[in-house]
């Protein structure tokens, strides 16, 4: 069955410094893999995603996710955080094949101090 | 519509109380998901439709719950006999049912149960 863990339940950055959240899967079908970002008091949305094309992918924001393979990761970055980076973030793995539903990891929330 | 509406946004109801939460996805997207957000747990899958398919209902807790999907448009998402144990911010996402686009969220009915 599919699964994602998210190392790290709370990560805690300063202002310009990088982001790293990370994000394992198993997945006995080749993955879609998706970050997702939830602000305070708002909803979820799509930060970026991964469906089989380019292994390096850029989302909104100045976010990026580079799928490995070999380590079954999808770790979410961002080279020079902003306080407006604070957030809940979840990783997603698909299913099954195309047209199936997400399985979400508990999320990992990110604090930005200046 | 131009979003994910959900209805109501707020619920509080007394142990043993029935339930109904509404779902309102986007115009046209044929594919339709229930999840269960709980502090610490992240979003837990419910169950799935898709189209004019059977739902994928392998993510309902238990018997209490049960979902429709009425004219592949609007769902409503049922609880009998409510528990403390429900109460939870329950999500509903949208797509165009291609998974590699991911999903659309609505903002949430927030269920307390006293």
């Known amino acids: 069955a599919q699964s994602v863990t998210q190392l790290g339940s709370h990560v805690s950055v300063s202002e310009g410094a990088l982001v790293l959240l990370r994000c394992n899967y198993s997945?006995?079908?080749?993955?879609?893999l998706f970050w997702y970002v939830q602000y305070p008091n708002q909803g979820l949305q799509l930060l970026l995603k991964?469906?089989?094309?380019?292994?390096l992918v850029k989302g909104i924001n100045g976010f990026e996710a580079e799928f490995k393979k070999s380590e079954t990761s999808f770790h979410l970055t961002k080279p020079s955080a902003h306080m407006s980076d604070a957030a809940e973030y979840f990783c997603?793995?698909?299913?099954?094949?195309?047209?199936?539903?997400?399985?979400f990891g508990k999320g990992t929330t990110l604090s930005v101090s200046s | 519509g131009a979003g994910v509406s959900q209805s109501p946004s707020n619920k509080v109801t007394e142990k043993g109380k029935d339930v109904e939460l509404r779902c309102d996805p986007i115009?046209?997207?044929?594919?339709l998901y229930w999840y269960r957000q709980s502090l610490g747990q992240g979003l837990e899958f419910l169950i799935y439709?898709?189209?004019?398919?059977?739902?994928?209902k392998s993510g309902l807790p238990s018997d209490r719950f049960s979902a429709e999907r009425t004219g592949g448009s609007v769902s409503t998402l049922t609880i009998q006999r409510t528990q403390q144990e429900d109460s939870a911010v329950y999500l509903c996402?949208?797509?165009?049912?291609?998974?590699?686009?991911?999903?659309?969220f609505g903002s949430g009915t927030r269920l307390t149960v006293v």
């Open positions: 996402a949208s797509s165009s049912g291609d998974i590699s686009w991911g999903y659309t």
């Open positions: 997945s006995s079908v080749p993955p879609y």
């Open positions: 991964y469906t089989s094309a380019a292994t």
């Open positions: 997603a793995v698909s299913k099954g094949q195309a047209g199936t539903a997400l399985i």
């Open positions: 115009s046209g997207h044929t594919a």
């Open positions: 439709f898709q189209g004019n398919s059977a739902p994928d």
